[in-house]
Structures are given as C-alpha cells and as structure tokens.
C-alpha cells in the first residue's frame, strides 16, 4: 500500500466517521471520532472469524503508519503551532509561574508516584516487571497530551484562567516529559552510565534550547511578516516556519514541540499580529491553521481508534489497565497539590481547580507513540495495552464528563 493510499484511506475514514458523528451521536470531533472508529474496528475483528479480509487490510493499514514517527516528529510541530497561535498570550504571561511549576515538577512528580503505583499493581495481578520500565512508564503517562486538550476544551466553557493553566500546562509538559522518559530510556537500555549531569545536560540543550530556538524563530518569523503585505505569501511564511524549524530543532537535537509552541505563541501574540499582519492576512492565516489543526486532530483520533490491532489481548493486562487509571488520576492529584498550594492565593485560584485540573489532564497520541517505542524486552505489549486503556478512559470518560464537572464546580 503506497503512502498516497494509506493518506487517502485515512483522510476518507476520518470523512466518513466525522459526518456519522455530526449527524447522529454528535459528540465533540475528537471523542466522536475515535468512538465510532473503535466501534468499527471492533466490528471488524468480529467479521474477521467469518471472513477476515476487512481485518487483513485495516491491520495492513496499520503496518504501513509507524505511529510514532508521524506523531512525534510531523504531526505534534503542526499542532503546536496551532496551539500557541490561538493561545491567549496574556493569560499565559500572568500564570507563567504555576504553568511551568506543573509542566515541570508535577510531571516529574508524577513520573515517579505512577512508576512505584505500577510496580506494585503489577505484582498484585501477577506479572513481574522490573522496576525501571514501570519507571519508564510513568514516564510516557505523566504528560497531559495538548491535543487530546486544547481540542475538549475550546467547548466545555471553563474560567479563561483555569483553560490557560490546563492548555498551557499540556503545551509545555510534553516537551519536559519526552526529556524524562529519553533519561529513563537510556538507564533502562543500560548502555551507558548515565549520570545527573548528563540528565541536565539532556534538559537544558532539549527544553532550554527548544524554547530558545522557537523565540529566535518566532522573531524571525514576524519580521518577515512585518516586512510585506501579502497574505498567500504570509500564510506560507507560516507554514515554512513551522516545517523549517521542526527539521532544524530536530538537526540541533533541540525539542521541536516545544520550539513550535514557543514561534506560534510569537506570531499569536495580540502586539505582533497587529503590528505585522494586516487584518486580511490575519484572517487568513488563522483560518489555514484552524483547518490544519482539525485536519490533523480527525486523522490523529481515526488512527488512535485504530492502534487497537496493535494490542495484545491478555486478561491480566487489561485488569492492570484498569487497575491503572484511578492510580493515575490519584498520582496527578498529588504532583498538582504543592505547586497550587503555593500560588493560589497569590494568582486567585478559583476554588476546586486540583480537582478540575486532574479531570482535565487528558492523555493521548503522545502518550501512545512513546509506548509504541519501548522494546519487546521493556514489556512493551504489556505497557502498550495499559498506555491505550488509559487513553481511551481519558479521552472518552473524562473528555465527555470534564465540561459538567468544571460547570457545577465553578458554580459552587
């Protein structure tokens, strides 16, 4: 199947499942698309005892998608930028301490209090697993996934400041959580004596250098913006920034997400858009952006639906599954709970907004490619089956429910 089949295939599916969804169960785009997908996925493996040609060719499909590598190095830049672009830049200033104590410490936090949950979770349903994977582990599904959140959230009409922290938090803990599960990694890989310094090192050329890159670019960008007034040639100016720059941080070894998040909140910014774009060339360029990001969001979600082929269905690792989801929504309450405590009363919380930000702390794409790269020997099928249990409960129950839970709690 070549790559322009299996784009087609996809972008025909996601057509398909979003008009279902649209005209009868209407649900959120990103929920409804990936409910109606595992549906008919599911459909599929029962047909497949009768007649398995259907099976055969969606797990065909998915041979030919390496997950991983289209969401972390292609897909993840593109939505980012989105992100930032329509990101309130002023909100984000005002609670820049709190964001990047959660995208920081609580992800770290959190990376360590699941790890020794799993542990002790796989042990109670029988499956030895060395401590360092269930490490690993933690590492892969602490971060809240940007995408799975920016795309609930635009509808479920939270307080301005609290949507600022959950986005702003899930736009820069992936960066600081990939950091974290590479350390991890190369400890697990046992390769190399890997030292604090090397994890510093590790933080401030990937995090450090990411941000650094993407201001630089951003800079670069809006010049270039600000030089010219034709809005095709902007809006590719855009676009090249983001493909340009994602191949560059990559080069550099420098966080790409984090580089993209950092340019689109530049070229989002309320002063640069208007003293660079005309209003023409501003509608222009938030239109091509919202099209791209919902364009990339419906084939994302069709193709989390679909990495069901991929898992090993074993009684144990789903029970594990389970047995995983209250332990995670537990561990991010408690990675929340110091950071809060030391600036809500400067920055006015609102009240409940630990339990608002645990239910709203969606995981995703991310979390599943990180999976999908551990190795046979790191439990890789066990941990693949566990990280989309998660995801999925994430998604579907907390993304249908955290719109009601932030309205009767901010009501109180």
């Keep these: 199947m070549s790559l322009f089949v299996t784009i087609t295939v996809l972008i025909v599916l996601a057509a398909l499942f979003g008009y279902l969804n649209e005209r009868f169960l209407k649900l959120p785009t990103s929920i409804g698309l990936m409910v109606i997908t595992i549906i008919f996925t599911l459909l599929i493996l029962a047909l497949g005892s009768v007649n398995d040609t259907l099976l055969h060719q969606e797990k065909l499909l998915i041979s030919q998608i390496d997950f991983e590598t289209v969401l972390l190095d292609i897909m993840l830049s593109f939505l980012l930028f989105a992100g930032g672009l329509h990101t309130n830049f002023q909100q984000l200033k005002v609670q820049r301490k709190p964001i990047l104590a959660f995208a920081t410490f609580s992800t770290i936090t959190s990376t360590f209090l699941i790890g020794i949950l799993t542990y002790y979770i796989l042990i109670l349903v029988n499956l030895e697993v060395d401590f360092i994977y269930c490490l690993l582990f933690g590492a892969l599904i602490s971060p809240t996934d940007p995408i799975a959140v920016l795309g609930i959230l635009k ?131 938030d239109k091509f952006w919202e099209l791209v990001d919902i364009l990339l969001n419906t084939i994302l979600f069709v193709m989390i639906g679909m990495e069901m082929l991929a898992l090993t269905f074993n009684k144990h690792f789903i029970i594990a599954g389970l047995l995983c989801v209250p332990a995670l929504l537990a561990t991010r309450y ?12 400067k920055l006015n919380f609102i009240p409940n907004t630990n339990l608002m930000m645990t239910w709203g702390g969606l995981r995703g794409g991310i979390s599943i490619a990180l999976a999908l790269s551990l190795t046979q020997d790191m439990s890789r099928d066990l941990f693949l089956t566990i990280t989309y249990i998660i995801v999925v409960f994430s998604i579907i129950g907390q993304g249908l429910t955290v719109g009601g839970l932030i309205k009767k709690l901010t009501k109180e």
């Design 155 to 285: 509808k479920v009409g939270a307080p301005k400041s609290l949507e600022t922290k959950i986005v702003g938090e899930s736009l820069f803990n992936d960066g600081v959580g990939v950091v974290v599960f590479l350390a991890i990694y190369e400890i697990a890989k046992q390769e190399s004596g890997i030292t604090f310094s090397h994890v510093a090192e590790l933080f401030l050329v990937e995090v450090v250098g990411g941000i650094a890159f993407g201001l630089l670019l951003g800079y670069i960008t809006y010049k270039l913006l600000k030089s010219i007034d034709n809005y095709d040639v902007e809006v590719i100016i855009t676009l090249a920034a983001v493909m340009g720059g994602t191949v560059l941080a990559q080069y550099l070894h420098l966080s790409a997400p984090l580089a993209m998040v950092t340019t689109g909140l530049i070229v989002g910014h309320d002063t640069v858009r208007r003293s660079s774009m005309s209003e023409v060339t501003e509608q222009y360029v």
């Design 334 to 345: 408690l990675s929340l709970m110091l950071p809060i405590k030391i600036f809500e009363k």
